[in-house]
């Protein structure tokens, strides 16, 4: 069974591939999504827990059903 950990860092692996396919950096998508820089890196990481409301905002920045950010999980 996976942990906690293991699923953050999924989760941000995730948003990281979806995020280079669209050919935005880190800022762009935070500016997009509403959210701080920083704690995209630290999403994308795996360092940090994050909200469905934040979550839903990060996918709605990259134009895909957040069930394509959770995938695998």
């Not at 989760?11 to 880190?26: C, F, H, P």
């Not at 935070?30 to 827990?49: M, N, Q, S, Y």
């Amino acid at each position: 069974m996976a942990t906690a950990v293991q699923h953050r860092r999924l989760l941000g692996r995730n948003i990281r591939a979806v995020r280079t396919r669209r050919g935005l950096s880190q800022e762009k998508l935070a500016e997009k999504a509403d959210l701080h820089p920083v704690f995209v890196g630290r999403i994308e990481r795996g360092e940090e827990t994050i909200s469905f409301d934040r979550l839903a905002r990060i996918a709605k920045a990259l134009r895909v059903p957040v069930r394509d950010l959770v995938k695998g999980l």
